[in-house]
């Protein structure tokens, strides 16, 4: 998918990439177990089904807050591109264990949490900053493939 939208100065821009956050397939956010996520009402993104239990940042940035029981995680990089990462809950009552803290600044690859058999979906809140984006679809084979390749 690519998403344009007007920029006097679009040849200025450089492309940033916004890496998967676990290992596994990479799958359209569509296909979430979370309906709220599957319906993109809080953003677009894409989900993995993971392969590992290290859930890791898919950015570098600011954690700006941890909330649903460590099951999401809200980062801000630098360049204003606002995320979220959703790992989907087994049930009401499962409590991941945060190895982030709110206020922390990440370089992009610090493990969040670990979850075994987890769904996580990476959000972006604010697609409307970016020029233009892709999200590619797949296998991943590590955390450091990026998946949205976008320019402010």
Same mark, same amino acid.
């Given at each position: 998918?690519?998403? &344009?939208?007007?920029?006097?100065?679009?040849?200025?821009?450089?492309?940033?990439?916004?890496?998967?956050?676990?290992?596994?397939?990479?799958?359209?956010? %569509?296909?979430?177990?979370?309906?709220?996520?599957?319906?993109?009402?809080?953003?677009?993104? &894409?989900?993995?089904?993971?392969?590992?239990?290290? +859930?890791?940042?898919? +950015?570098?940035?600011?954690?700006?807050?941890?909330?649903?029981?460590?099951?999401?995680?809200?980062? %801000?990089?630098?360049? *204003?591109?606002?995320?979220?990462?959703? +790992?989907?809950?087994? %049930?009401?009552?499962?409590?991941?264990?945060?190895?982030?803290?709110?206020?922390?600044?990440?370089? *992009?690859?610090?493990?969040?949490?670990?979850?075994?058999?987890?769904?996580?979906?990476?959000?972006?809140?604010?697609?409307?900053?970016?020029?233009? &984006?892709?999200? *590619?679809?797949?296998?991943?084979?590590?955390?450091?493939?990026?998946?949205?390749?976008?320019?402010?």
């Amino acid at each position: 998918m690519t998403l &344009f939208r007007n920029r006097s100065n679009a040849n200025n821009s450089r492309k940033r990439v916004i890496r998967t956050c676990a290992e596994g397939e990479v799958v359209d956010i %569509s296909a979430s177990k979370n309906p709220a996520i599957a319906s993109k009402v809080l953003g677009e993104g &894409f989900c993995v089904l993971c392969s590992s239990p290290e +859930i890791r940042a898919p +950015i570098a940035g600011t954690v700006t807050d941890i909330s649903d029981k460590g099951h999401t995680y809200t980062i %801000s990089s630098p360049d *204003g591109v606002c995320l979220l990462v959703c +790992i989907n809950a087994d %049930s009401r009552s499962e409590e991941l264990e945060p190895l982030v803290e709110a206020g922390q600044v990440l370089s *992009g690859d610090e493990v969040l949490c670990k979850k075994e058999s987890a769904e996580a979906a990476v959000i972006v809140t604010n697609p409307e900053i970016m020029y233009k &984006f892709r999200i *590619g679809i797949g296998k991943t084979k590590t955390p450091e493939d990026g998946v949205i390749i976008y320019e402010l």
